[in-house]
C-alpha cells in the first residue's frame, strides 16, 4: 500500500511539473493576465529563445576578435586622453591593478603605445597613423552596432552623418568618463580614510560599503548607457535598468574571478611563457561580451514581450485569417483617417481587438511594401501609419485582390514553367467558371 501512494504521488508529481513546463515554455503567451508576474515569465521566456536563436555565443566570439585587434588603439586613444587631463599614471595604476599578475606583459604593451603615439606625431606617419588608430576603433564601434542592432532586429544601421556625431562623441566620451571615475575612486578612497579618525568616523563602514559598491554601480550605469544609445532604435530607459545592473553584478563577479584567475595561471609562467595568461584573457573578453549580448536580450525582450503573444499559433496561421487581419487593419486606418483622427500604430492596432502584435507587424509591413500604408514618425520618435493616397472608394475584391499580388511574380523564365503558371493563374480567377469546376487531377 506505502508502495502505491509513494508511486501515486511520484506521478502526480510528474504530471504538475509536466504542466508547469508547458505553461512556462509555451502556454504563457496565450495568458491575457496583466500581472508581474506573467510577465516576468514572458521576458525570462523570450531572453532564453532568443539567447539560442540569435547564436548569441557566435556573435560574442565575432566581438572577441574584433575587440583583440582594437586593443593596442583603444589603450592608445585611453593614454592620450589621460595624458591630456593629466591622469596618465592613474590609468596606468588601475591597469597594474586590474591585471596584478602580468605586470611585465603591461609594461611591455605601455612601451609599444608609446612609441606608437610617439610615430603618430612624426612626419608622414602623422596622417596615416591616426587614420588606422581612427578605422580600428570605428570598424569596431560598427560591428558592437550591427550586434545590437541585429539582437533588436533593426533591418538598417546608422546613416553616415549620425556615425560620424555618435562614434565621435563615443570615442571622446567614453574615455573621459573611465579616467574619471578612476579618479572619484581615489578621491573616494582618500576620503573614507581621512574619515575614520574624523568626527564622522562612526559613519566611515557605511562610506566604505558604499565606496565597494560604486564599481558595481558604474557597472550597471554603463551597461544601461549600452542598452540605450547603441542600438539604432528608440529603447525605452524605464526597459534598460533591471538587465543593466543585473548585468553589472554578473560582470563585476566575471572580472572579480578574471583578477584572482590570474594568479593561478602564474605558475605556468614558467612553461608557457606570456602566453599562459592569453587564454584567460581570451576566455574573459568572451565572457564579458556574452554579458554585454545578454544584457541587450533581456532589454529587447523586456521591451517586447507583448509582441510574442500567441507565437505559435501565428506561426501557423492560416492564409485566410491573416488576410482577415489585413482587412481589420486597413479598414481601422482608412476610416480613421476619413474622421480626421491621428495616426495609429501597430501596438495601438493590436490593442483594439487583442490581435497578436507580431501578426500586425507583418500585416502593415507588408502594407507598406504594398503602397497602402505609409509610415509618420512624430517628435519622440513613434511611428503611426496612414493611407499612403486616398482608399475610401476601394471595395473589399479590389483591395484583396492588389493585396495578394504584393510581393514579387513572374520572375521564372523558364518557358514551360511560366506558361504553367500562366495556367494556374487563370484558374486562381475566383469569378470563372474553372475556378469552380476544374479539379486537381485535370489541372495538368
Not at 114 to 142: E, H, N, P, Q
Not at 171 to 200: A, D, K, T
Request: hydrophobic share 50%; proline share 3%; charged share 20%.
Amino acid at each position: 500500500m506505502e508502495i502505491r501512494k509513494i508511486y501515486l504521488t511520484v506521478r502526480i508529481a510528474v504530471r504538475r511539473f509536466r504542466h508547469l513546463y508547458a505553461y512556462c515554455t509555451e502556454n504563457v503567451w496565450r495568458d491575457p493576465r496583466d500581472v508581474w508576474y506573467v510577465k516576468l515569465l514572458k521576458v525570462v521566456n523570450l531572453s532564453v529563445k532568443s539567447f539560442f536563436d540569435k547564436n548569441i555565443q557566435t556573435l560574442a566570439s565575432s566581438l572577441t576578435y574584433t575587440t583583440l585587434l582594437a586593443v593596442i588603439p583603444i589603450l592608445s586613444l585611453l593614454l592620450a586622453i589621460a595624458r591630456g587631463f593629466g591622469m596618465r599614471d592613474v590609468l596606468i595604476q588601475s591597469l597594474y591593478k586590474g591585471l596584478p599578475s602580468q605586470r611585465a606583459m603591461l609594461e611591455n604593451s605601455l612601451d609599444f603605445v608609446d612609441r606608437f603615439l610617439a610615430t603618430l606625431s612624426k612626419g608622414v606617419f602623422v596622417g596615416i597613423g591616426v587614420v588606422f588608430l581612427l578605422w580600428t576603433l570605428v570598424s569596431m564601434l560598427r560591428k558592437i552596432e550591427s550586434v545590437y542592432n541585429h539582437v533588436w532586429n533593426v533591418r538598417k544601421g546608422r546613416p553616415i552623418y549620425r556615425r560620424i556625431t555618435d562614434y565621435t562623441a563615443i570615442l571622446l566620451i567614453i574615455p573621459i568618463l573611465l579616467i574619471c571615475s578612476g579618479g572619484l575612486s581615489i578621491f573616494l578612497s582618500n576620503f573614507v580614510q581621512e574619515s575614520i579618525n574624523s568626527p564622522i568616523g562612526v559613519l566611515s563602514p557605511v562610506l566604505k560599503f558604499l565606496l565597494d559598491l560604486s564599481p558595481v554601480f558604474l557597472l550597471g550605469v554603463l551597461f544601461v548607457g549600452m542598452n540605450v544609445l547603441i542600438p539604432y532604435t528608440k529603447v525605452k530607459l524605464k526597459n534598460a535598468l533591471l538587465p543593466g545592473f543585473v548585468c553589472g553584478v554578473l560582470f563585476y563577479f566575471i572580472q572579480y574571478a578574471f583578477v584572482h584567475g590570474q594568479i593561478s595561471v602564474t605558475k605556468y609562467n614558467a612553461v608557457y611563457g606570456g602566453f599562459a595568461f592569453l587564454p584567460l584573457f581570451l576566455i574573459w573578453m568572451q565572457l564579458s561580451w556574452t554579458v554585454c549580448i545578454a544584457c541587450a536580450v533581456m532589454t529587447y525582450s523586456s521591451q517586447n514581450f507583448f509582441r510574442f503573444n500567441y507565437l505559435a499559433q501565428v506561426k501557423k496561421a492560416s492564409a485566410r485569417y491573416v488576410d482577415q487581419v489585413a482587412l481589420f487593419v486597413i479598414a481601422t486606418v482608412v476610416s480613421r483617417f476619413e474622421v480626421g483622427a491621428d495616426a495609429v500604430g501597430k501596438k495601438e492596432l493590436a490593442d483594439r481587438r487583442q490581435i497578436p502584435v507580431k501578426m500586425v507587424n507583418e500585416v502593415v509591413d507588408r502594407l507598406c511594401d504594398g503602397g497602402f500604408l505609409s509610415a509618420v514618425i512624430d517628435d519622440d520618435g513613434n511611428i503611426s501609419y496612414q493611407p499612403s493616397r486616398n482608399l475610401s472608394g476601394m471595395t473589399v475584391e479590389e483591395f484583396m485582390n492588389r493585396y495578394h499580388e504584393i510581393g514579387h511574380s513572374d520572375f521564372i523564365e523558364e518557358p514551360a514553367v511560366a506558361a504553367a503558371l500562366d495556367r494556374m493563374k487563370s484558374l486562381l480567377d475566383v469569378d470563372s467558371e474553372a475556378y469552380r469546376t476544374t479539379t486537381l487531377s485535370q489541372i495538368l
